[in-house]
């Protein structure tokens, strides 16, 4: 049983920051590479960051300059740094292995608003 726990998300004005934190279980951590998503109303999950196992990272050209993800093998965690964020920011952000599998968390809401 893959549990996934988001936290760190909340209510920012335009170019305001969060963190974003992912904690995993149930699953070998380290093997895999692991991926931020995020759905906004009306519209399908999509893919915004992702890391490999030995920290390669890849980012959405919505996001790429503004977010950045990190992994800590040690603690089986992964973050997801986000920077002058923009009203289209706002959405319910989850983390998921990279090809997703089928089983999601909660997510944590991310909105963007002044």
């Known amino acids: 049983q893959v549990q996934l726990v988001e936290s760190g998300g909340g209510l920012v004005q335009p170019g305001g920051s969060l963190r974003l934190a992912c904690a995993p279980s149930?699953?070998?951590?380290?093997?895999?590479?692991w991926g931020w998503y995020r759905q906004a109303p009306g519209k399908q999950r999509e893919r915004v960051a992702q890391?490999?196992?030995?920290?390669?990272?890849n980012y959405a050209d919505s996001v790429k300059g503004r977010f950045t993800i990190s992994r800590d093998n040690a603690k089986s965690m992964v973050y997801l740094q986000m920077n002058s964020l923009l009203p289209d920011d706002t959405a319910v952000y989850y983390c998921?292995?990279?090809?997703?599998?089928?089983?999601w968390g909660q997510g944590t809401q991310v909105t963007v608003s002044s």
């Open positions: 149930g699953t070998m951590f380290s093997i895999y590479r």
């Open positions: 998921n292995r990279v090809p997703e599998i089928g089983q």
């Open positions: 890391i490999t196992s030995s920290g390669i990272t």
